[in-house]
Each structure stands twice: as C-alpha cells, then as structure tokens.
C-alpha cells in the first residue's frame, strides 16, 4: 500500500490532491507541519508527499523551497487545486448562533469580504483547515464555524452555512508531489532546478540565457536566501521541457560554466488544473 504524507488532517486541499494523484488503494499520514512531510518522506515513512509550493493570490511558500533542499527531497509530480473555501459548522446550527471562526491563517485571509460581514465574529488561525473542522465537531462548539473544503464537510458529518465564500474566486494552489529518488517519465515536459549563481554583475543574466539560446521558456523564478552566506542566494527554476531533452542537456551544459551549483530537483510531467 502506497503511503503518502499530507501537511493537515483527512479533508484538508492537500488530502484532495492525494486523493487526486493517489486514486487507488493508500494510506493517508496526517502531518501538523510541511517540514514533518519532508521528514517522513526522506526517513521512508512515506512514499510521497504532497506539499503546497504557491498559490495565485498568496504568493510562493517560501519554507517548502528551503525544504526541497534541505530534505533532498525530488519532484516527481505537480497539480493546480481550484480552491472553493466555505464555512462549516455542526448540524444545526445557524449562522446568527456563530461567534468563533477558526481556520488556516491564509484561508482566514482569502474570506475576508465574507468576514467582514460578520464583523462581531471573532477570527481564529489554526494549523489546518479541516482540522478546524474536525476540532468543532470533537468538541461539539456550537457558537463555531470552520472555513475549509467541501470534502471535510462530508467527512466529519458536517453542515455547510455558506458556500463558496473565498473573495477572488480565481484561487489556485500549486502542489507538488515529493518522493526521495527520482523519477524521469518519458513524458515528462517541466524541470525544476535550485542554482547558485556567481556573486558577479550579469551573472543570473548568463544563467537565464542559457535557457533563451535554447528556446525553453522559463515559467517560474524564485531566489532564497543560501543560510550562512550573507547576500547569496539560490535561484529555483521552473521550466518547460524534460530533462532528457537536446535542449536542456545544453542549456545545462552552458548553465554550469556560470553557477557554482546546480540542483536538478525534479522532471515531471506539466500539472493540470482539478476542482475539488
């Protein structure tokens, strides 16, 4: 049986992408943080993980770029969450009852129209969403909501108040799936690297044309911070091709006459957009 890390509790948007990525028989692993899934994965404890990388309106989750390299940790698949929040309460209950709201801070967030409406509800942050959820209904909190999936809604025998409640509707969480070794699909179609570029004027100039000489269109550029180095930085590449291609092997060739290192974090094949 395939076992599979998530950050957060059964319902959460990272158990929709497992069981969107993992549709046959697997054993979920509850994870209170990001960290414990790059854990689990590089200890063996699972065989993947899902972890969120960005999202369109929040930005990059800059700790799980770190964490790519500080577990080791390889790319082996990506998927793109339409993300639908809504509030959930205990059977029953009524939206005038409501006095708490817990949720995920960025989630909390992302309802914030929707809050403000309610201006006398107090706002709650809590490490998960649907862990928010399962907190209400183990708790029997009758003056409390959760905003959270659908699918934690029906898991833990809950009702949906309202529907649907995000402000920006166009809300989409980039996952990715991580294992400890790698995987390279034929048909794979999108890259990942981690470079250190030289500490030089031009430099992350060279290493970007490297890519254009090539015609390989870069679709994501992140820096962080290179720990005990003050001012370095590692440079996370997202592009589209496969790594076995003619044109990445020379674009990687030129690539490693202006870097010190490079990290080849992944090749996969290009994610799909999936609604809950």
């Known amino acids: 049986m395939i076992k599979i890390s998530i950050q957060g509790a059964r319902g959460s948007f990272h158990d929709i992408v497992a069981r969107h990525k993992f549709p046959g028989d697997s054993e979920i692993i509850e994870s209170d943080t990001s960290h414990q899934v790059f854990e689990d994965v590089k200890k063996g404890l699972a065989d993947y993980g899902v972890v969120a990388i960005e999202n369109s309106l929040y930005g990059s989750f800059l700790d799980n770029y770190d ?17 639908i929040l809504n509030l959930i309460a205990l059977p029953g209950v009524k939206m005038e009852q409501i006095r ?7 989630a909390m967030i992302q309802a914030e129209s929707f809050l403000e409406k309610h201006p006398s509800v107090i706002r709650i942050e809590g490490y998960d969403t649907a862990g928010s959820v399962r907190m209400i209904k183990e708790k029997n909190l009758t003056t409390a909501a959760a905003i959270s999936s659908n699918l934690s809604a ?14 920006e509707k166009q809300n989409y969480t980039r996952f990715l799936i991580i294992a400890k070794e790698p995987k390279y699909p ?11 570029a030289e500490n030089n004027a031009g430099s992350l100039y060279k290493c970007l044309k490297c890519f ?31 790594l076995n291609t003619p044109e990445t092997q020379r674009a990687l060739k030129e690539l490693a006459k202006v870097t010190e290192t490079i990290h080849v974090l992944g090749s996969y094949e290009q994610g799909s957009v999936f609604e809950e």
């Open 67 to 83: 964490n790519l390299l500080k577990y080791e940790s390889k790319i082996v698949g990506e998927t793109y969450l339409h993300v």
């Open 100 to 106: 708490e709201v817990y949720t995920h801070p960025i």
């Open 154 to 167: 029906q898991l833990y025998d809950m009702k949906i108040l309202a529907k649907d409640i995000e402000t």
């Open 186 to 196: 034929p048909q794979a179609n999108k890259t990942s690297l981690a470079i250190k």
């Open 212 to 242: 254009y000489d090539q015609g390989i269109n870069l679709s994501k550029i992140e820096s962080r911070p290179v720990m005990g180095r003050t001012w370095g930085y590692y440079f996370y590449l997202d592009f589209e091709r496969g």
